[in-house]
């Protein structure tokens, strides 16, 4: 029993990688919060909530007014798609309402990621 914890544990802290959680952290207050809010008490703001990201499709979180283009956008977010709109929002998806600059540092991108899914309610892959 004990040992299998411990492997547990292990699982979870190598699907991290090297992310640097608290940087995704400090990445995600700093350029994401005053739109999004992830995590139990999450709700829609001028952005949509960000729960149940990881697998789903874009534009179908709920009760949130997406533009017509993030509702076709036809994309699933994982983490390659969620690097590629965060480099350029409106070259992955002309017409998105979400105003922003980009950030293309793929370490910044992986340990915002890292953390974005550190904080779902149930694990995500
Ligand atoms: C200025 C406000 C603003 C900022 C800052 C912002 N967003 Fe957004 N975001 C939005 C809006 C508005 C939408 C809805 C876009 C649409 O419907 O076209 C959105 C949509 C999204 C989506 C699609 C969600 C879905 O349910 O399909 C993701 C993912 C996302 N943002 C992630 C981020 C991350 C991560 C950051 C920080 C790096 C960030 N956003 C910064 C306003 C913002």
């Known amino acids: 029993m004990k040992t ?3 492997i547990a544990l292990l699982g979870l ?3 991290a990688g090297a992310a640097d959680l608290a940087n995704g952290q400090r990445l995600f207050n700093v350029r994401c919060a005053s739109c999004h809010a992830v995590g139990p008490s999450a709700s829609n703001g001028f952005g949509p909530q960000l729960n ?3 697998g789903r499709r874009a534009g179908s979180g709920p009760g949130y007014s997406y533009s ?3 509702k076709r956008a036809g994309i699933v977010w994982n983490d390659k798609t969620l690097a590629a709109f965060l480099d350029d929002p409106d070259d992955l998806v002309p017409g998105t309402k979400m105003r922003f600059w980009g950030m293309s540092n ?3 991108v992986g340990d915002l990621l890292a953390w974005l899914r550190s904080q779902q309610p149930a694990p995500q892959r």
């Open 106 to 108: 793929q370490k910044q």
């Open 4 to 6: 299998l914890c411990l």
């Open 13 to 15: 802290h190598l699907s």
């Open 68 to 70: 017509p283009a993030m």
């Open 52 to 54: 149940g990201l990881f």
